[in-house]
């Protein structure tokens, strides 16, 4: 069946090839991002239907206007919210700047809370709909450098597992989609690791976590993988709670997260060490 989709986050990576697989499969996809003219393209250069909405989510206005923008093309509303938007702030905890945290959880959180109740109403009044959250397998384990950056997927999946037993009467399923590294424009739209040594105990740690993270992103999965999962997970009759991607990361965050905490704590020092 053909369904209204909304892709946050669709001017780039994972959130572009979303909004291009759902479209390719015949459903209208509203393609949301601050970057209007990259949006336009992405409309033009699909055969199918792609809407582009000009959308900040850290901004209510904006958020109100994507509601509006959605109801005048498709008044019966949308079928599946696709909650992408994202960056990351990477680096470890005491060498980031207070405002740099903020503004990351406002945008990974607080927008995608905004975002997801502004589209509720609607769904609640169909008794039918669908979200799904992009949160990272850093939102379920911890490696050095991804403290805040992973409190953010971690508030998303706590989010996420709530809201999914709070509107399941209503007809309204909440899934998650965890990505490992994905090779997208993510290294250089977010702060890959705050390298100034600016407190000089932490240079060394800067200095690897860096050249890991820079060597991770580039050997990650295409964001055309990450898309197959994110459509099936947006349109599959009966979806999982949640989705590991791609799939063969699902073993890594078993053994992480099974594995004792000092234990795993040394297993991925050395690993952000010895790259
Ligand atoms: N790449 C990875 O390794 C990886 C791994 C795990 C999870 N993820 C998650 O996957 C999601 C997509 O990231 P990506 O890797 O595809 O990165 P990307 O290529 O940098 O794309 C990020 C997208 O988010 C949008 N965005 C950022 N801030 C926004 C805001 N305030 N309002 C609206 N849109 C905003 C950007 O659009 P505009 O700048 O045009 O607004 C862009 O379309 C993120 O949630 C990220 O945390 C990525």
């Known amino acids: 069946m053909r369904k209204n989709v909304l892709v946050t986050g669709a001017s780039s990576g994972i959130g572009r090839a979303t909004a291009l697989r759902l479209a390719a499969e015949g459903h209208t996809v509203f393609a949301a991002a601050r970057r209007t003219d990259r949006l336009e393209a992405l409309a033009a250069e699909t055969p199918g239907t792609i809407v582009p909405v000009q959308l900040d989510v850290t901004d209510p206005d904006a958020v109100r206007g994507a509601v509006a923008a959605v109801a005048e093309r498709a008044p019966a509303g949308l079928d599946v919210l696709v909650n992408n938007a994202g960056y990351a702030l990477t680096g470890p905890v005491e060498t980031l700047e207070t405002d740099a945290v903020r503004a990351v959880f406002e945008t990974n959180v607080v927008g995608l809370f905004d975002v997801t109740r502004a589209f509720l109403p ?82 060394e740690l800067e200095r690897d976590m860096t050249a890991y993270l820079a060597a991770q992103v580039k050997a990650g999965a295409t964001a055309e993988a990450v898309a197959a999962t994110l459509v099936h997970a947006s349109t599959v009759r009966n979806p999982k709670p949640r989705y590991v991607a791609p799939a063969k990361n699902a073993i890594v965050l078993k053994v992480l997260t099974t594995l004792p905490t000092r234990l795993a704590d040394r297993l991925k020092l050395q690993t952000v060490r010895s790259s």
């Open 122 to 203: 609607q769904m609640r009044a169909n008794r039918r709909g669908r979200i799904v959250n992009v949160s990272s397998m850093l939102g379920r384990m911890t490696v050095p450098g991804s403290g805040v950056y992973g409190g953010t997927k971690y508030a998303v999946e706590a989010m996420s597992d709530a809201l999914r037993m709070e509107v399941r009467s209503f007809g309204i399923d909440v899934v998650v989609v965890e990505p490992g590294f994905v090779d997208t424009e993510i290294d250089t739209t977010s702060a890959m690791i705050a390298h100034d040594g600016a407190i000089a105990d932490y240079a």
